[in-house]
T-cell receptor
């Protein structure tokens, strides 16, 4: 069945460090891929998405590229800030379907 | 405009009691989703509505769980004879349609604690 696997956390970084959170997926068909973020005390919100192979989603300095050949959608940021501390969820939604499959989430702590 | 709202924000109940959780989606959103987030776990899909219909209920953990949606708007998730393993945060989300491209907008969740 369809699934999403993302790196376990927590991830602890110093401010201005580089971030990569790995995400790989298994899906039938051609999924859309998403990263959602949950800041402390807030609800989940969409961070970025990509709907076809080789698309790059970007927002707030974060980027992720849809890699069909490696079935991956790794989240990257060149320089993290304390305000990026949150839980990040990788997710997929299969074309023609309605169900969104979420990964387990990766908690990021950024120290000043 | 208003986002997705859920009530109550917190619910503490005794084992064996029934609980009802409510979700108000964003106006005009035809698709509505319920998820469960257990401590340290990802989001577990429960059920999806397109309008008032639920095409797939297979994510509901047991027959103690049911959900309905009326008027294409408000949805309620009911858990009968609650068990301790039902303790979790229940999240509701809505989207413009059922396309896989559509962003889901999440509510703040209802934290359910079964004693």
């Amino acid at each position: 069945g369809d699934s999403v696997t993302q790196m376990e956390g927590p991830v602890t970084l110093s401010e201005e460090a580089c971030l990569t959170i790995n995400c790989t997926y298994t899906a039938t068909g051609y999924p859309s891929l998403f990263w959602y973020v949950q800041y402390p005390g807030e609800g989940l919100q969409l961070l970025l998405k990509a709907t076809k192979a080789d698309d790059k989603g970007s927002n707030k300095g974060f980027e992720a590229t849809y890699r069909k050949e490696t079935t991956s959608f790794h989240l990257e940021k060149g320089s993290v800030q304390v305000s990026d501390s949150a839980v990040y969820f990788c997710a997929l939604s299969v074309s023609g379907g309605f169900k969104t499959i979420f990964g387990a989430g990766t908690r990021l702590f950024v120290k000043a | 405009g208003a986002g997705v709202s859920q009530s109550p924000s917190n619910k503490v109940t005794e084992k064996g009691k029934d609980v009802e959780l409510r979700c108000d989606p964003i106006s005009g959103h035809t698709a509505l989703y319920w998820y469960r987030q257990s401590l340290g776990q990802g989001l577990e899909f429960l059920i999806y509505f397109q309008g008032n219909s639920a095409p797939d209920k297979s994510g509901l953990p047991s027959d103690r769980f049911s959900a309905e949606r009326t008027g294409g708007s408000v949805s309620t998730l009911t858990i009968q004879r609650t068990q301790q393993e039902d303790s979790a945060v229940y999240l509701c989300a809505s989207s413009l349609g059922e396309s896989s491209y559509n962003e889901q907008f999440f509510g703040p969740g209802t934290r359910l604690t079964v004693l």
